[in-house]
């Protein structure tokens, strides 16, 4: 058959058609081909962003819980140091916090020198991807180039996913580091309080000291979480220290070889508050006997006869003669005029006894020229009329107290007593 005209009419529309429509079906696959492209880079983005933006919470729960490791590893080793062997029950808690906190530093890659001290690695970089860094992505060109930006895109996800897992997993080792840590803590408190109950005390401690210790151990159990345990620790050794302390001052006290001797403003103080020691004193000293000498030779001259009626005693025979007036009167009505052994000024070798020791001294003329004259030698009447309170003593005029002239003078214009002179009292502490 010859092609005519209208065949080949035909058959080139045929062709064209089939053309168009390859044509219009490879644009169609295309467009497909390329709007998928398009929503897997899109997709790639939103994932990358996300993946990026886990990784960024996880540097900073990171960087969180780091901090606090320095913070607790500091505290801890404040811990051990405050606490000696000697206020645990186990030693070996010491030895167990130590190591928890070492083993802390070590889990959250603090940098500690000769375990002292510890600080933070350089901070952790929250840094975000670099391609992730704009808000918006510019959009390849043709498919090809989307595709191969998805896959790297998707790299990048996977890697930003792999860190994400890798900084959790280390804030979860650092967690449970803590927890450790906080264990060890406990357990150091419980040993510290189980030896606090167990310590016994000593007998002769002033009660406000046993309670505090008590109050100090009781604090020991009753912590709560974030409660500075170096306080209590060093609270609890306190207590303990003062307890011990006031107990060896009780023994002390009872100790009368261990008083000490007290001058105030250069002048030895004896009285009710102030004592000697049992050792003390050897007899009157040479200045008193010689300025008694010079006065009962000056009182004769005026016609008083002068005499030491009791000298120098010695802590025990202050001790006999003070037991003798508590037999006989009572210890309250004892101590109103006569000294307790160690309180005596008979004992300090700078007082005596004159003529007759009563009352009717202080109104005869040889004790009223006594109670004028005696400063010009250097003594003082020392427990004046009236002055009880202050002195702890009834009136004794026949008691003098060697102070030298200056003083003594001193003291006898002021008109008062010894005491209010040097603003000291005179009472016993029992
Ligand atoms: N009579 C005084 C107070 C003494 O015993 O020392
Ligand atoms: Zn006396």
Redesign the pocket.
Known sequence: MKFGRRQWVITISLVGALIVGVGAGFGVWLFTQTAGATAEFSAAVTGAREANGERNRAALELNETRAEALARHTAALALVAATEPSVLDDAATREGLSESAASLANTAGLQTADGESARLPDPLLVTRAPRLAGTSFEMPGNRDTKREATTELQRETAALVDESHRLHALTSDIDDALSALTAAEDTLMASAYAKGQTTELPELAADDTKDAYAAAVTALSSYEEGADLVALITTYTRALAAAITSAEEAVRAQDPASVEPSYIRGILVVNKTYGLPSWFGDGLTAETTAAFDRMRADAASAGHELYISSGF?SYGS?ES??NRYVAADGQAEADR???RPG????QSGL?F?LNCICEAFGHQADGQWVADNAHRYGFIVR?PQAKEQVTG?IW?PW?LRYLGIDVATDVFQSGLTLEEYLGVTSKYSN
């Open positions: 005693r202050q003669i003070y005029y006569s000294a309180h005596s000024e008979h007082t006894d427990y003593y004794e008691h």
